[in-house]
């Protein structure tokens, strides 16, 4: 398995790894902060980034969060929740400690992808936006590309990409986020075989 | 997120002339960089790379680096085969382009050590032993034109965007050129939209300039759901600043007050680096109030996806805009007459309005020079699956896939057999080998059921069984209906139930025979385009192998039913 990280994500983070949050309001307040508006259409785009921005910084969209942002935009806290559901990026729920993503794209698919989504129902037990028991890692099929095609099937492990990866692989990956151990390094995984010229 | 802070030294620009001043004061800059004597090392940074490792190579080389040379933090090329890469340039010779590499490798590559992880020499003669890159197969038949600066110019850098000739449409739109000379060029330029229907950029224009409703706007489609393409992305993450341009010569020409680009929220780079881009060009009042002293007030809004495929069709983008559910409407009315805020709104792809500044440069004479009869300019492509190479290429229109396949990707990766390529995303059928060779613009491949798209191409070889493959292009669009229309809602899971029961080897002939009914009725019945091709992928596959779901029938394809899973 070609072990791909980005930059800062090599040392050994500590066990667990801090991906789950609350979301303490006052947070939620501050970052709305910024969002300004002179009349009523603008409120109304501006509900959609909102709730991505709270998405994005807790990891999930709270009912409170929710509430709060309808009242700073002028809106009902049902219409929110209509978007909420529509959107595949929000979550309504917390996410684990850890959160892989499963690239489920087409040409992660067609070299072979089915496995690794097959692996983490049947092996795991976990369907997509699930969380393990243990609440120590939340799994999202993306139907879209993560960008790295030539690394297909790609997964991503908080902000590490890894690939191509085997349905053995993918249980060996969780198997170590779920003991909290991600100190890949110690293993001597190493940048493994690369595409050719 | 919501602010990117713009670069403190720029300062606004009131008129004309001072416009001409900062624009010569970027090319002596530009100039000074790569005829000066330091020495230029460059590293090759988009989403692509980044999962390999090209944060630390562009982190290391700026600390081991950082007082010997010039440091900088470029996109991406497109060849993802070589990330990640670095440039250097050193005085008195032509970059050199390394890789693929790892952090490690820097100190050597710089000192010279290691002329084996050479590529090629970027834009010249072959230096020493190293060929020029011009020569690789990857870039010998591409004619980069919207991409021409991917790789080149730092993306969060207007002033190297502006060097490299960024806003010389829009400075001609704004003092040079009437919006019915504009137009003129685009339309005999007759660009057709790269969104995927290729509908002339230039009527839509004309429309959208006749509309007499206030205010207007202009909005970019950069939302790219389909699961297989990443041009858009990649071309806001190399050059932010010619979608700028584009939206912004649209808006002047249209006489717009506000344009938008709406990005797909998944690609956080590119959001960044657009952002970047639009706060640097506000600053020195490209946007705004009053530009340039012309009088024109054009403002500007980013709003991002939120992960739903159906936004990327226009109606339903705008309500996506609006802050609802995006669920596309019946038309007409025409988004033109009445879209955003049921106002006059021009929405055009990201790709389509990357080829403006050129057109409204070079003229629409130029342009139509390229390509073929019916589909003029370079068209982005992306190829995926057992390929040699990968990334993101630019071609002329015209080009046969063969030539694509196996010159610029380099054929099928080593052990491979190809079996058949996957176009249009999941809106066409499927190609075999005998059809590589039709050149391929917007109307060449409907005769045999492919088609152009967003320029996506999805290889499979033999690993791959059809049926399943059917099924996954099936159930995404089921996933991805927006549930607005019954036929669309209720036919896609009738599809992939018979598909299942097929795969599960419990299905009989008949089954073929419905799924042609089924899917006959979902075309003509649903409301939007992803209803009226949802089955189009399918068919295609029934056609071109039609053995291989005979087979299924007799044998099925799996031993064991899937547990349910929504996006499977
Ligand atoms: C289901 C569906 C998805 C679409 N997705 C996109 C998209 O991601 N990007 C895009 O530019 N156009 C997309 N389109 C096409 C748009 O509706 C529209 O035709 C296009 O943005 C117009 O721009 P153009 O004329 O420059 O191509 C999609 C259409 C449908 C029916
Ligand atoms: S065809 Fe499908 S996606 Fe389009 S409006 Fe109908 S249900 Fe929605
Ligand atoms: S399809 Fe999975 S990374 Fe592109």
Same mark, same amino acid.
């Given at each position: 398995?070609?072990?791909?990280?980005?930059?800062?994500?090599?040392?050994?983070?500590?066990?667990?790894?801090?991906?789950?949050?609350?979301?303490?309001?006052?947070? +939620?307040? #501050?970052?709305?902060?910024? %969002?300004?508006? @002179? $009349?009523? /259409?603008?409120?109304?785009?501006?509900?959609? =980034?909102?709730?991505?921005?709270?998405?994005?910084?807790?990891?999930?969209?709270?009912?409170?969060?929710?509430?709060?942002?309808?009242?700073?935009?002028?809106?009902?806290?049902?219409?929110?929740?209509?978007?909420?559901?529509?959107?595949?990026?929000?979550?309504?729920?917390?996410?684990?400690?850890?959160?892989?993503?499963?690239?489920?794209?087409?040409?992660?698919?067609?070299?072979?992808?089915?496995?690794? +989504?097959? #692996?983490?129902?049947?092996? %795991?037990?976990? @369907? $997509?936006? /699930?969380?393990?028991?243990?609440?120590?890692? =939340?799994?999202?099929?993306?139907?879209?590309?993560?960008?790295?095609?030539?690394?297909?099937?790609?997964?991503?492990?908080?902000?590490?990409?890894?690939?191509?990866?085997?349905?053995?692989?993918?249980?060996?990956?969780?198997?170590?986020?779920?003991?909290?151990?991600?100190?890949?390094?110690?293993?001597?995984?190493?940048?493994?075989?690369?595409?050719?010229? | 997120?919501?602010?990117?802070?713009?670069?403190?030294?720029?300062?606004?620009?009131?008129?004309?002339?001072?416009?001409?001043?900062?624009?010569?004061?970027?090319?002596?800059?530009?100039?000074?960089?790569?005829?000066?004597?330091?020495?230029?090392?460059?590293?090759?940074?988009?989403?692509?790379?980044?999962?390999?490792?090209?944060?630390?190579?562009?982190?290391?080389?700026?600390?081991?680096?950082?007082?010997?040379?010039?440091?900088?933090?470029?996109?991406?090329?497109?060849?993802?085969?070589?990330?990640?890469?670095?440039?250097?340039?050193?005085?008195?010779?032509?970059?050199?382009?390394?890789?693929?590499?790892?952090?490690?490798?820097?100190?050597?590559?710089?000192?010279?050590?290691?002329?084996?992880?050479?590529?090629?020499?970027?834009?010249?003669?072959?230096?020493?032993?190293?060929?020029?890159?011009?020569?690789?197969?990857?870039?010998?038949?591409?004619?980069?034109?919207?991409?021409?600066?991917?790789?080149?110019?730092?993306?969060?850098?207007?002033?190297?965007?502006?060097?490299?000739?960024?806003?010389?449409?829009?400075?001609?739109?704004?003092?040079?050129?009437?919006?019915?000379?504009?137009?003129?060029?685009?339309?005999?330029?007759?660009?057709?939209?790269?969104?995927?229907?290729?509908?002339?950029?230039?009527?839509?224009?004309?429309?959208?300039?006749?509309?007499?409703?206030?205010?207007?706007?202009?909005?970019?489609?950069?939302?790219?759901?389909?699961?297989?393409?990443?041009?858009?992305?990649?071309?806001?993450?190399?050059?932010?600043?010619?979608?700028?341009?584009?939206?912004?010569?649209?808006?002047?020409?249209?006489?717009?007050?506000?344009?938008?680009?709406?990005?797909?929220?998944?690609?956080?780079?590119?959001?960044?680096?657009?952002?970047?881009?639009?706060?640097?060009?506000?600053?020195?009042?490209?946007?705004?109030?009053?530009?340039?002293?012309?009088?024109?007030?054009?403002?500007?809004?980013?709003?991002?996806?939120?992960?739903?495929?159906?936004?990327?069709?226009?109606?339903?983008?705008?309500?996506?805009?609006?802050?609802?559910?995006?669920?596309?409407?019946?038309?007409?009315?025409?988004?033109?007459?009445?879209?955003?805020?049921?106002?006059?709104?021009?929405?055009?792809?990201?790709?389509?309005?990357?080829?403006?500044?050129?057109?409204?440069?070079?003229?629409?004479?130029?342009?139509?020079?390229?390509?073929?009869?019916?589909?003029?300019?370079?068209?982005?492509?992306?190829?995926?699956?057992?390929?040699?190479?990968?990334?993101?290429?630019?071609?002329?229109?015209?080009?046969?896939?063969?030539?694509?396949?196996?010159?610029?990707?380099?054929?099928?990766?080593?052990?491979?057999?190809?079996?058949?390529?996957?176009?249009?995303?999941?809106?066409?059928?499927?190609?075999?080998?005998?059809?590589?060779?039709?050149?391929?613009?917007?109307?060449?491949?409907?005769?045999?059921?492919?088609?152009?798209?967003?320029?996506?191409?999805?290889?499979?070889?033999?690993?791959?069984?059809?049926?399943?493959?059917?099924?996954?292009?099936?159930?995404?669009?089921?996933?991805?209906?927006?549930?607005?229309?019954?036929?669309?809602?209720?036919?896609?899971?009738?599809?992939?139930?018979?598909?299942?029961?097929?795969?599960?080897?419990?299905?009989?002939?008949?089954?073929?025979?419905?799924?042609?009914?089924?899917?006959?009725?979902?075309?003509?019945?649903?409301?939007?385009?992803?209803?009226?091709?949802?089955?189009?992928?399918?068919?295609?596959?029934?056609?071109?192998?039609?053995?291989?779901?005979?087979?299924?029938?007799?044998?099925?394809?799996?031993?064991?039913?899937?547990?349910?899973?929504?996006?499977?």
């Amino acid at each position: 398995m070609a072990h791909a990280e980005s930059a800062h994500a090599v040392l050994p983070v500590p066990a667990p790894f801090t991906g789950r949050q609350d979301v303490d309001p006052e947070v +939620v307040r #501050e970052l709305l902060s910024h %969002f300004t508006f @002179d $009349d009523y /259409e603008e409120a109304q785009e501006l509900i959609l =980034s909102a709730l991505q921005e709270v998405n994005e910084h807790f990891g999930w969209v709270s009912p409170e969060a929710a509430q709060i942002v309808a009242e700073h935009l002028n809106t009902t806290v049902n219409r929110v929740f209509g978007l909420l559901t529509f959107y595949a990026d929000f979550r309504t729920e917390p996410r684990g400690h850890h959160h892989m993503l499963i690239c489920h794209g087409m040409a992660c698919y067609v070299m072979g992808s089915q496995a690794l +989504v097959q #692996e983490m129902q049947g092996g %795991f037990g976990i @369907d $997509d936006g /699930e969380t393990t028991a243990d609440e120590q890692v =939340s799994i999202q099929v993306v139907n879209g590309c993560l960008g790295v095609c030539d690394l297909a099937p790609v997964v991503k492990l908080d902000d590490e990409y890894f690939g191509p990866v085997t349905a053995e692989e993918l249980t060996s990956l969780l198997n170590r986020a779920i003991g909290g151990q991600r100190a890949m390094r110690e293993k001597g995984v190493s940048n493994g075989p690369r595409p050719t010229k | 997120m919501v602010h990117a802070r713009p670069s403190e030294h720029l300062t606004r620009l009131e008129t004309q002339a001072d416009y001409v001043a900062f624009r010569a004061q970027a090319q002596a800059r530009w100039k000074d960089l790569w005829e000066g004597s330091r020495t230029v090392v460059s590293v090759g940074v988009g989403s692509s790379s980044i999962a390999k490792g090209a944060l630390d190579v562009l982190d290391t080389c700026r600390a081991e680096l950082g007082n010997a040379a010039v440091v900088r933090e470029v996109s991406g090329n497109g060849a993802f085969w070589m990330e990640p890469w670095i440039e250097i340039r050193r005085p008195g010779e032509p970059p050199v382009v390394y890789g693929p590499l790892q952090a490690a490798d820097v100190t050597a590559v710089f000192n010279g050590e290691r002329d084996d992880l050479a590529v090629g020499v970027r834009n010249s003669e072959p230096l020493r032993n190293i060929p020029s890159l011009n020569e690789h197969p990857f870039f010998r038949d591409q004619l980069q034109i919207i991409s021409r600066n991917a790789g080149v110019i730092e993306p969060d850098s207007i002033e190297d965007a502006i060097a490299r000739g960024a806003y010389d449409g829009y400075f001609k739109v704004l003092f040079e050129m009437s919006a019915e000379e504009a137009i003129a060029e685009v339309t005999a330029a007759n660009v057709r939209g790269r969104g995927g229907g290729g509908f002339p950029a230039g009527i839509k224009w004309e429309s959208g300039r006749k509309a007499r409703v206030t205010p207007k706007f202009v909005v970019c489609n950069s939302h790219e759901g389909e699961p297989n393409v990443y041009k858009d992305r990649h071309l806001h993450e190399c050059d932010p600043h010619r979608i700028l341009e584009g939206i912004l010569i649209a808006c002047v020409v249209c006489g717009a007050e506000r344009g938008y680009n709406y990005i797909g929220g998944e690609y956080p780079l590119a959001i960044r680096r657009f952002r970047k881009a639009v706060a640097d060009a506000e600053r020195i009042g490209l946007i705004g109030k009053n530009i340039l002293g012309t009088g024109h007030d054009i403002a500007f809004r980013i709003r991002t996806g939120g992960g739903a495929y159906i936004c990327g069709e226009a109606s339903a983008m705008m309500f996506s805009v609006m802050g609802v559910r995006g669920q596309p409407r019946t038309k007409p009315p025409r988004s033109v007459e009445e879209g955003l805020w049921k106002r006059p709104t021009i929405a055009n792809n990201t790709e389509t309005l990357a080829n403006i500044p050129d057109i409204i440069v070079n003229g629409g004479e130029w342009y139509a020079g390229l390509g073929t009869e019916g589909s003029k300019g370079t068209k982005l492509m992306t190829v995926q699956g057992p390929l040699a190479r990968h990334g993101v290429v630019e071609v002329e229109m015209g080009m046969t896939l063969r030539k694509l396949f196996d010159d610029i990707y380099g054929g099928m990766a080593e052990g491979r057999t190809f079996k058949g390529v996957q176009t249009g995303g999941v809106s066409a059928g499927p190609l075999k080998d005998e059809h590589l060779d039709i050149p391929v613009d917007f109307d060449s491949l409907g005769d045999v059921g492919g088609m152009l798209g967003s320029g996506g191409w999805v290889i499979f070889d033999e690993s791959v069984n059809v049926v399943d493959f059917a099924r996954y292009l099936t159930a995404f669009n089921r996933y991805e209906s927006c549930s607005k229309c019954v036929p669309c809602r209720l036919g896609n899971p009738a599809l992939v139930e018979i598909l299942d029961r097929i795969r599960f080897g419990r299905g009989s002939m008949d089954d073929l025979t419905l799924i042609q009914r089924t899917s006959k009725h979902i075309i003509e019945l649903s409301l939007c385009g992803l209803g009226q091709v949802a089955p189009v992928p399918l068919i295609g596959m029934i056609e071109h192998f039609p053995e291989d779901f005979e087979h299924a029938v007799k044998y099925g394809t799996m031993t064991a039913p899937p547990l349910p899973l929504a996006a499977d």
